[in-house]
């Protein structure tokens, strides 16, 4: 199943239709029917179904069917073609983030059909999970109203199987400065759209240091304060040109129980009272433009504990722990209102990087817990 699911080339920037309804089929054939919630596009779909009774207290598996990019990196397989190496480790992209989570509940569709469940088993299969969670919330909403109320949700990133109760939330924005051109030497003339955007960098800078001093000394997040990141500038044409345009691509990491828009709103305040009326005194033609890229919400520690006490039993791990990389967990937990934990085989470090592989012995334990959630959804 992994290797079929690992050779659809699902990067976010494709369709993943064709998984999906590789899947769809899989699961009709086996007498499960499932439910497609299409992007507005209908480039690219959801989808949910339920194994055993359309009953309340079931669990709900979620995995993100997309994957990101290999541009440009140094890959010694082919990264679509699931590859065993001596080293007992299979090789491809989205072994480890994170296809192998469902690949292993889909090959073990025959035994949850077979198991006389009494309590459902859902899947839950989103797109779009890497360039912002944007398939999740229309999943879930559909998920919150067609589907009894679900004991728990467990979100299959990786956690090398271990139990993960909260991670930060993260937010992102495109900024768009936009100046005046002017030849460089006639400064006095127009107004440099990167000069100002690099202004706005050197702000965050200070509002980061500022987060930093603030941080509690103890904490279960590395790093402990909400963290910054400016992922992109794009601007300018020539070196002789004031810059007319630049964009920004930035966006920040916030702690569970914070508003995760507080820090994006005090910097949009800023660019707007501070920084644009500097940029009009240079030119009037200035603009400053903010749009909210991306918002995926933290996930918070409490109401979990349910979550938690199940999946550690089904994975035999005692070990509960937070990540900082985001999940669709937030999302689920919310719309749902269900305790939800993320555990899913294999270790965050190898995703996203070239030469990405599970270990054999990964998809050895997720199989195990399966096995017990079963037994326990087979019990009263
Ligand atoms: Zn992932």
């Not at 067609?146 to 467990?154: A, G, Q, T």
């Not at 299959?156 to 991670?167: D, S």
Request: net charge neutral; with cysteine; charged share 20%.
């Amino acid at each position: 199943m992994l290797r079929r699911l690992v050779a659809f080339d699902t990067t976010s920037r494709n369709s993943n239709l064709a998984l999906i309804d590789y899947v769809q089929h899989y699961l009709k054939g086996h007498g499960v029917e499932s439910k497609l919630v299409p992007s507005d596009d209908g480039t690219k779909a959801n989808l949910f179904a339920t194994v055993g009774p359309m009953a309340k207290d079931g669990v709900v598996l979620s995995g993100h069917t997309d994957v990101v990019p290999v541009d440009g990196q140094p890959w010694d397989t082919d990264p679509w073609t699931l590859t065993l190496k001596d080293d007992g480790k299979y090789y491809g992209r989205g072994t480890c983030d994170m296809k192998a989570f469902y690949a292993i509940a889909l090959a073990m569709l025959p035994q949850f059909v077979k198991a006389g469940l009494k309590k459902p088993i859902h899947f839950a299969l989103s797109y779009d999970e890497e360039i912002g969670c944007f398939g999740a919330h229309s999943l879930a909403a559909r998920m919150a109203s067609e589907v009894p109320r679900p004991k728990v949700i467990i979100i299959g990133e990786p956690t090398m199987m271990t139990v993960v109760h909260a991670h930060k939330g993260s937010q992102t924005y495109i900024t768009k400065f936009t100046g005046f051109e002017a030849h460089s030497s006639m400064t006095h003339l127009g107004v440099s759209a990167i000069h100002f955007a690099g202004e706005f960098v050197h702000y965050l800078n200070k509002v980061q240091d500022e987060l930093d001093v603030a941080a509690p000394k103890k904490s279960e997040f590395m790093p402990a304060a909400a963290t910054f990141n400016v992922g992109t500038i794009v601007g300018g044409t020539a070196g002789n040109i004031l810059a007319r345009e630049c964009e920004v691509l930035w966006g920040y990491r916030e702690l569970p129980g914070k508003p995760i828009d507080e820090l994006g709103e005090r910097a949009k305040k800023w660019l707007k009272e501070e920084l644009l009326p500097k940029m009009k005194a240079k030119h009037p033609a200035a603009t400053i433009d903010t749009v909210l890229r991306s918002s995926t919400p933290a996930f918070s520690p409490e109401g979990n504990d349910e979550a938690k006490a199940l999946a550690a039993s089904w994975s035999g791990s005692n070990i509960v722990g937070s990540v900082v990389y985001g999940t669709e967990a937030g999302i689920f937990k919310k719309t749902l209102g269900v305790p939800t934990v993320v555990c899913g085989p294999g270790d965050i470090a190898q995703a996203h990087q070239p030469n990405e592989f599970i270990l054999a012995s990964q998809i050895g334990a997720c199989e195990a817990f399966m096995t017990r959630m079963v037994e326990w959804a087979c019990r009263n």
